[in-house]
């Protein structure tokens, strides 16, 4: 139970120390960080699908697109549109296409299922890229940000950033208790041990697609504050990298943890912005990539439970339980 | 589409596909035997194409006979550098869980490309065809078909026959094939299969390499030509079934088909075709075309 309070805490903190942030950054830093809690947000949708049921999904950049594109979309020329109606618009587009998507590649498993969702996030790349509907390789524009109520501007990057932590603590603390449910803990008995669910009499192609779609809802969610934050939307927010990115973000924070998504997408983003300062590398940080990804080959020999299983693996060291070093984490926990 | 059209069509697809399945077999050769998922396959790709670019001078100068000198050279290049790399950074993947193999394999592709970014730089190159295949025969009066495609295909027949005959005919495909059902087995009865297993992705390593250098003169070499190439590579092998080389080769062919074809007749779309149809068989067989057994 000690360690129970202890995550709970660090997530408190977290949260705590990110609404403290605009007191003592500047325009730059709360541009930084409304970005990464959008990726959060992103990833949080993938970690429940990866950690929480067990399926990896490298298609996941396509709902976070289909998100962000309809709320340019459907945004008026030069009017602004209703947060009300256009946010439950994007996610709910967003979700649909999760829903059909995972009617179909739930049928597959394992490495087939990475690759289904790859070929359908392919294909939506290409709607957006090759149809008039997406406005082609340059994207679109949104002219006029929606609005909330006439208090709430999100053009004032202060208020944007507070409307983005609160959808990132709702995110959060849903799915945490969503985990916590009868309907998280079927979830995780699929992770485990699918067949097993299946003979003590749970169906489990409904749990998954739920699952599925879902995730899909969330990614649509982050897609459309993606597109409100920077007015802008282009084919590449649906392509493999960005399906790639998010993936490895949440392995990087380590699988099977909320939290995990959470420090991954931290780690990730501001490792990049770490290894592409000028002011740290000069000229070679045009050659980002290099620091980037020796980073990860180390942490992935160094930290095989990601950067959330570092405590305890200095618990491990310190006290010289090597046998706790193998237990693999089954429990999945805020 | 007169008959003249649809046979050079006919052999750019071939073509394509069997570089595809020379790139893709290493791929699931090193999945189905070690259980590695190596998205970095695609950068020995990319590694091969600028091999056979920057290479060029040197060798060209010490050995004569420029391209196929090149050729040599990076072969053995590409297995020492394979050897090493499953040494240093894969050896410990094995008892990983798949998407730590991800990570780390992610990690060296940044690697790989920022690399080749400061050793040889961000430009476009083009690699001259070698003179002794630079001609090319008629097919009609105005169609000519390139004599060094051929060649291309050519060289990936023979390995692709060459695989199949270490696989099915000598002692060392048989252990490699006992290895990928049951290591723990194949070790107790004396093999040693750390050094097996080295071998193969020394050996996968070299074939995309040696593809990287043989297309090289037909496709050009540019940045993140590697990338292009793996998401394909996945998806010759997932449609042919994981672990098949048989599959990975009917797969190849056949996305070299449709690919080719399709930006011939359906332009616009050319794009998602492979995927609509990776999707399609995928649905109809959840497990591939061959199933590797």
């Known amino acids: ?334 | 589409m007169d008959f003249a059209t649809f046979l050079i069509q006919c052999l750019n697809a071939l073509q394509y596909g069997l570089l595809l399945f020379l790139v893709a077999s290493g791929l699931t050769l090193i999945f189905g035997i070690m259980g590695v998922i190596n998205l970095a396959h695609g950068s020995f790709y990319m590694i091969g194409a600028y091999m056979a670019y920057a290479l060029a001078p040197a060798v060209g100068s010490t050995f004569g006979g420029a391209f196929f000198s090149v050729l040599a050279v990076g072969l053995v290049l590409s297995v020492v550098f394979g050897y090493v790399l499953e040494w240093v950074f894969y050896s410990y993947l094995y008892e990983r869980e798949h998407l730590q193999q991800v990570l780390m394999t992610y990690g060296l592709i940044l690697v790989f490309e920022e690399l080749r970014s400061l050793l040889v730089g961000d430009d476009v190159h083009g690699v001259a065809v070698p003179p002794l295949l630079a001609g090319s025969f008629a097919l009609s009066d105005v169609q000519q078909y390139p004599v060094y495609r051929l060649f291309i295909s050519g060289v990936c027949l023979a390995l692709a026959l060459g695989m199949y005959f270490v696989f099915t005919r000598t002692r060392l495909g048989m252990m490699i094939r006992a290895g990928s059902t049951n290591r723990e087995m194949v070790q107790s009865l004396g093999i040693d299969i750390k050094f097996l297993y080295r071998v193969v992705f020394a050996a996968g390593v070299a074939i995309a390499v040696l593809a990287g250098m043989v297309a090289s003169p037909v496709s050009s070499v540019y940045p993140g030509m590697g990338n292009s190439v793996l998401i394909i590579c996945f998806v010759v092998v997932v449609i042919g079934g994981i672990g098949s080389i048989r599959g990975a080769l009917a797969a190849a062919l056949l996305i070299g088909i449709v690919d080719t074809f399709g930006k011939v007749l359906l332009p616009q779309a050319a794009g998602v075709l492979v995927y609509v149809l990776m999707a399609l068989i995928l649905l109809w067989k959840p497990d591939g075309l061959f199933k590797a057994g």
């Open chain 1, 1 to 334: 139970m000690k360690e129970d309070r202890s995550k709970v805490l660090f997530v408190a903190l977290v949260f705590v120390a990110l609404a403290l942030y605009p007191l003592l950054a500047g325009k730059y830093g709360i541009d930084l960080v409304t970005k990464i809690m959008i990726l959060a947000i992103f990833a949080l949708s993938l970690e429940l699908l990866v950690g929480g049921t067990g399926l990896v999904c490298f298609g996941q950049a396509a709902f976070f697109g289909i998100g962000a594109y309809t709320a340019v979309k459907l945004s008026p020329e030069a009017d602004a549109a209703s947060v009300f109606w256009l946010l439950p618009a994007s996610v709910l587009l967003a979700a649909l296409y999760a829903l059909a998507v995972g009617a179909l590649s739930l049928r597959t498993k394992g490495v087939y299922f990475i690759m289904v969702t790859l070929a359908f996030a392919q294909m939506a790349y290409y709607v957006v890229h090759d149809t008039p509907l997406g406005g082609g390789t340059d994207g679109i524009y949104l002219n006029v940000k929606p609005s909330v109520f006439a208090a709430v501007d999100l053009d004032k990057p202060l208020v944007f950033y507070a409307f983005t932590l609160a959808w990132l603590a709702i995110v959060f603390v849903f799915l945490a208790v969503l985990l916590r449910s009868r309907f998280g803990r079927a979830l995780a008995g699929i992770r485990v041990n699918e067949q097993r669910m299946r003979a003590t009499g749970f169906s489990t192609y409904p749990y998954k697609l739920a699952a599925f779609t879902l995730s899909g809802a969330i990614a649509g969610l982050g897609g459309f504050l993606f597109a409100v934050k920077d007015g802008f939307v282009n084919p590449e927010l649906l392509s493999w990298h960005e399906s790639g990115a998010v993936l490895i973000m949440i392995i990087l924070g380590g699988i099977g943890h909320l939290r995990g998504a959470l420090i991954g997408a931290f780690a990730f983003a501001l490792l990049q912005e770490f290894f592409k300062s000028e002011a740290i590398f000069g000229a070679f940080a045009k050659h980002w990539h290099l620091g980037l990804g020796l980073t990860i080959i180390v942490s992935v020999a160094l930290l095989p439970r990601g950067l959330v299983g570092v405590p305890g693996q200095l618990r491990d060291r310190l006290m010289g339980r090597a046998s706790r070093r193998a237990e693999a984490p089954v429990e999945l926990e805020p």
